[in-house]
T-cell receptor, first 115, second 114 residues
Framework: AQSVAQPEDQVNVAEGNPLTVKCTYS??????LFWYVQYPNRGLQFLLK??????LVKGSYGFEAEFNKSQTSFHLKKPSALVSDSALYFC?????????????FGQGTRLTINP | DADVTQTPRNRITKTGKRIMLECSQT?????MYWYRQDPGLGLRLIYY???????NKGEISDGYSVSRQAQAKFSLSLESAIPNQTALYFC?????????????FGEGSRLTVL
């Protein structure tokens, strides 16, 4: 069965500093990996995904994520944090094997950017 | 207008009452999903549907039922609500087989069961 873990419930970063939100996964086949962001009183919005190819993927709002197969990780990063990046971030994984059509989400990491 | 619309956005009800949450979409997607969000637990899949004649249970379907009335409509019912069903519920859609898994979410329906 596929699973995903976000080891940090909360991450605090000063504005202008780099940020990292961690995610590890477990699947039987090759992973399809996703990051979503949830702002207060809103639904989840897609940020970026890794399907195949370059291990560093770039997404919306200046975010990027690095796929590391040996460490089964897909950490979300941004070189310089903004206060407006404060939100709840979810990592999700889907197994690429036939029949595994569902996304499984992590428990979420609350990111707070301090002015 | 939102591409994925959920109604109601907020609902307070009492134990034992029947509740229906509705979802409609204008994205033309075949696949629709109902998720439940609880603090510290992330999103958990309740039911999903790949087309009008296809309904599948997710990981936490007990106590819930769904109806896919049309390609654009997917409703979630709680036949007899209980307090531990208090949560934020999300409907989501995705395209068909060519899709790699990206979901498009509604704004959520907050349900409180007293």
């Amino acid at each position: 069965a596929q699973s995903v873990a976000q080891p940090e419930d909360q991450v605090n970063v000063a504005e202008g500093n780099p940020l990292t939100v961690k995610c590890t996964y477990s699947v039987s086949g090759n992973p399809y990996l996703f990051w979503y962001v949830q702002y207060p009183n809103r639904g989840l919005q897609f940020l970026l995904k890794y399907i195949t190819g370059d291990n560093l993927v770039k997404g919306s709002y200046g975010f990027e994520a690095e796929f590391n197969k040996s460490q089964t990780s897909f950490h979300l990063k941004k070189p310089s944090a903004l206060v407006s990046d404060s939100a709840l971030y979810f990592c999700a994984v889907r197994d690429s094997i036939q029949g595994a059509q569902k996304l499984v989400f992590g428990q979420g990491t609350r990111l707070t950017i301090n002015p | 207008d939102a591409d994925v619309t959920q109604t109601p956005r907020n609902r307070i009800t009492k134990t034992g009452k029947r509740i229906m949450l509705e979802c409609s979409q204008t994205k033309g997607h075949d696949r629709m999903y109902w998720y439940r969000q609880d603090p510290g637990l992330g999103l958990r899949l309740i039911y999903y549907s790949f087309d009008v004649k296809d309904i599948n249970k997710g990981e936490i379907s007990d106590g819930y039922s769904v109806s896919r009335q049309a390609q654009a409509k997917f409703s979630l019912s709680l036949e007899s609500a209980i307090p531990n069903q208090t949560a934020l519920y999300f409907c989501a859609t995705s395209p068909g087989l060519a899709n790699t898994g990206e979901l498009f979410f509604g704004e959520g329906s907050r349900l409180t069961v007293l």
